[in-house]
């Protein structure tokens, strides 16, 4: 007859040989190999998207500024501010997008994709300073001071306005039409860099439309109200967008968990596993855009000898990497349920927590 255990439990054994057998799967190498090349096609459309609006808001920033200028309109002037600032933000993105590909080493294990987030953040405080702040400064000067402009003022300004209506939903467009080939919705903009030409084109359209509307009834009031009004409402705008964005950032650089989609699809396969027991703990983190490490604690079956149990680790890792392509750092804790219990049994027992008085 045979014993209990044998009619509780599979052969660990032949469950290791039968996947050993098993059809033979692409190699680490090739998958990751294939990941990187994806990526690089990701991060080349993004980064002709920054081109795009780069290239868009510098020349809308020097037309803004000029025609400002020369009109002494504050809302064009809120608005030549906006384009600068985003205009030194796509050069942080740039630079994210460079230097967060750059392989792991020694001083940083993980890699560096959260570089992406840190120049994400510093776009956020260029937003806030260089184009809320300065659109709040203008509507504030506005309306102390009363300034009229002339006709001819107005006219060129508008005409600036009109141009930069145009150039930057033609930069928007290209934006979200990257975000829907990226999957649309919130995994379009999983990429902070992307995610923030989006906003920041988003926030120019809107912006150069209140502009517009401000100094067209200023022309047509007199009263320059309007405009310092609308120069006001465009640094609100700009400094919503600034703490959205800087939030965002924040919480990816301190250390965010995965999508929880990803850990639910990762405790699912750990607990389908025949060797183990249960899960005790998951934990997840996002190292970068496309790359999360994934912690587990687990307790296996009793019966396994230690080269059973490396086996079954390194199984169960290449099985995670299957599933999930995201989790690029994955660490086991390893523990026969059985060998918990009897240390759990151990120290209940132990003169500390009987309150026996004694020791070595």
């Known amino acids: 007859m045979p014993g209990p255990e044998a009619t509780r439990r599979p052969d660990h ?17 090739s998958e990751r190999k294939a990941r990187a090349e994806q990526k690089a096609r990701a991060d080349r459309r993004t980064r ?4 795009v609006a780069l290239g868009a808001n510098l ?3 020097v037309a803004k500024a000029v025609g400002g200028v020369l009109a002494g309109s504050p809302a064009l002037l809120s608005e030549a501010a906006h384009s600068v600032a985003d ?7 740039l630079a994210a997008l460079r230097r967060s590909r750059r392989p792991a080493d020694s001083r940083h294990p993980f890699g560096y994709g959260k570089e ?4 994400s953040l510093l776009a956020a405080v260029g937003i806030f300073v260089m184009g809320g702040c300065f659109s709040f400064f203008q509507g504030v000067e506005a309306l102390r001071s009363g300034a009229e402009e002339s006709y001819d003022g107005y006219m060129a300004g508008l005409i600036v306005l009109g141009v930069s209506l145009l150039s930057e939903g033609a930069s928007l467009l290209r934006a979200l039409h990257q975000v829907r080939r ?11 860099a992307l995610r923030t030409v989006v906003a920041e084109d988003g926030t120019a359209v809107l912006g150069v439309t209140l502009a517009m509307v401000g100094m067209a009834l200023h022309m047509v009031t007199g009263q320059v109200v309007w405009e310092a009004s609308a120069s006001l409402a465009i640094g609100a705008l700009l400094v919503y967008v600034a703490f959205w964005l800087g939030r965002d950032a924040r919480d990816q650089l301190i250390g965010r968990a995965a999508d929880p989609e990803l850990s639910r699809r990762v405790r699912a396969l750990l607990e389908a596993q025949p060797e183990i027991d249960s899960v005790e703990a998951l934990q997840t983190m996002e ?20 080269e059973e149990v490396e086996e079954v680790s390194v199984r169960i890792k290449r099985s995670i990497t299957d599933t999930v392509p995201e989790a690029e750092q994955i660490f086991l804790d390893v523990t026969e349920a059985s060998s ?21």
């Open 13 to 29: 054994g032949e469950h290791l040989k039968h996947t050993a057998n098993a059809a033979p799967q692409p190699s680490p190498r």
């Open 48 to 51: 002709v998207t920054v081109l």
């Open 59 to 61: 020349v809308i920033a």
């Open 87 to 93: 205009s030194m933000n796509e050069v942080f993105l």
């Open 116 to 119: 992406r987030f840190f120049w």
């Open 182 to 192: 990226q999957g649309g919705g919130a995994s379009g903009l999983r990429d902070p």
């Open 287 to 306: 190292l970068g855009l496309e790359s999360t490490l994934v912690a587990a604690r687990v307790d296996l079956a009793p019966g396994l000898d230690s």
């Open 340 to 360: 918990r219990r009897h240390t759990a049994t151990e120290a209940a027992e132990s003169p500390a927590a009987t309150g026996e008085r004694g020791g070595a």
